[in-house]
């Protein structure tokens, strides 16, 4: 299983951006899904959480300005952000536990990352 996350890049502040992070391969079901962020020097934290029956959780930093939501049927995450600041700059990562169709075992798996610079 893969996860491919995409739509990062350079916005200025107050700008909005949309990740999107696609899951391929042998899956059965997607239970958790959810976007982590780590900036240079820091921890990798948690941005948002969304079930598979849809219920969400943010970061309080968060809450108000990102929406996270999923694609059941496409396997896909996104992470709509809006009014960006500076300090939301860091590499994105999704994050998905994935019921394997080999085995229908629960294994965790993360994205590569993409890179969010909010600047102006």
């Known amino acids: 299983v893969q996860l491919q996350a995409s739509g990062g890049g350079l916005v200025q502040p107050g700008g909005s951006l949309r990740l999107s992070c696609a899951a391929s391969?042998?899956?059965?079901?997607?239970?958790?899904m959810g976007w982590y962020r780590q900036a240079p020097g820091k921890e990798r934290e948690l941005v948002a959480t969304i079930s598979s029956g849809g219920r969400t959780n943010y970061a309080n930093s968060v809450k108000g300005r990102f929406t996270i939501s999923r694609d059941n049927a496409k396997n896909s995450l996104y992470l709509q952000m809006n009014s960006l600041k500076p300090e939301d700059t860091a590499v994105y990562y999704c994050n998905a536990g994935v019921v394997s169709d080999y085995d229908r075992i629960l294994y965790n798996y993360w994205g590569q990352g993409t890179q969010v610079t909010v600047s102006s």
């Open positions: 391969g042998s899956i059965f079901s997607i239970n958790f």
